[in-house]
């Protein structure tokens, strides 16, 4: 079975452009998470969806960052305008069942804004 | 508020060794979820074990091993016959079953070292 998928797998901007990550759960799971990971702050829980139903967005840090769950298989994580703070590895998680389950990790995308 | 602990930044172990890993969490919930992930140098998060907070048994599972004790609110986690290949960041996280939320705090990681 294939895990969460995450593309790009590297992205590197220059400051203002806008920046759309992608990411596709494991299939049958109905919870999707998205987290940021810095050497500063750690890993930090930035949104997640329950049955594409946004339920806590508390950790997006400014309006500059959106996420959209269009459907069961596809979610999106956009930063417009970006800025070299936002630089980060950004990680999808899904997760199946009733919760509280562990969370599946995508591989990660590493963002650099210059 | 719910927070993870883990105190120790760094490790560094020499191949046979054993070596533990401490984390210490905290809630008001008396229904929660604890989570070890492992972090290789390629990047990903990989996860090894859950428990409940109903389920105090040590868990063993090759050379790894778990300790769950509510009474020092700890989940400490042990490598036995450490191997170069277990060089990683390993995490530890909470997830409060109350109120249906679903949110995993994680500690900041732990980076262990195992030199051949």
């Known amino acids: 079975d294939a895990g969460v998928i995450q593309s790009p797998r590297h992205e590197v901007t220059e400051m203002g452009q806008e920046v759309t990550l992608r990411c596709k759960p494991i299939?049958?799971?109905?919870?999707l998470f998205w987290y940021r990971q810095t050497m500063m702050r750690g890993l930090e829980l930035l949104i997640y969806?329950?049955?594409?139903?946004?339920?806590?967005d508390s950790g997006m840090p400014e309006d500059r960052f959106s996420a959209k769950m269009p459907n069961a298989s596809f979610s999106t994580l956009k930063i417009q305008p970006s800025e070299p703070r936002d630089s980060a590895v950004y990680f999808c998680?899904?997760?199946?069942?009733?919760?509280?389950?562990?969370?599946?990790f995508g591989p990660g995308t590493r963002l650099t804004v210059t | 508020a719910q927070k993870v602990t883990q105190a120790q930044t760094e490790i560094s172990v020499v191949e046979k060794e054993d070596v533990t890993l401490d984390c210490v969490y905290e809630?008001?919930?008396?229904?929660?979820?604890l989570f070890w992930y492992k972090q290789p140098p390629s990047g990903e998060l990989v996860f090894l074990i859950r428990?409940?907070?109903?389920?105090?048994q040590n868990e063993i599972s090759g050379r790894y091993s778990w300790n769950f004790q509510k009474s020092t609110s700890s989940f400490n986690f042990t490598i036995t016959a450490s191997q170069v290949v277990d060089s990683a960041v390993y995490f530890c996280?909470?997830?409060?079953?109350?109120?249906?939320?679903?949110?995993?705090?994680f500690g900041k990681g732990t980076k262990l070292t195992v030199n051949p």
């Open positions: 809630t008001r919930d008396t229904t929660y979820y």
């Open positions: 969806f329950n049955n594409n139903v946004p339920i806590d």
């Open positions: 996280a909470l997830s409060e079953a109350w109120g249906g939320s679903e949110k995993l705090v």
């Open positions: 299939s049958g799971h109905n919870s």
């Open positions: 998680a899904s997760r199946g069942g009733s919760p509280p389950y562990e969370q599946y």
């Open positions: 428990r409940n907070s109903f389920d105090e």
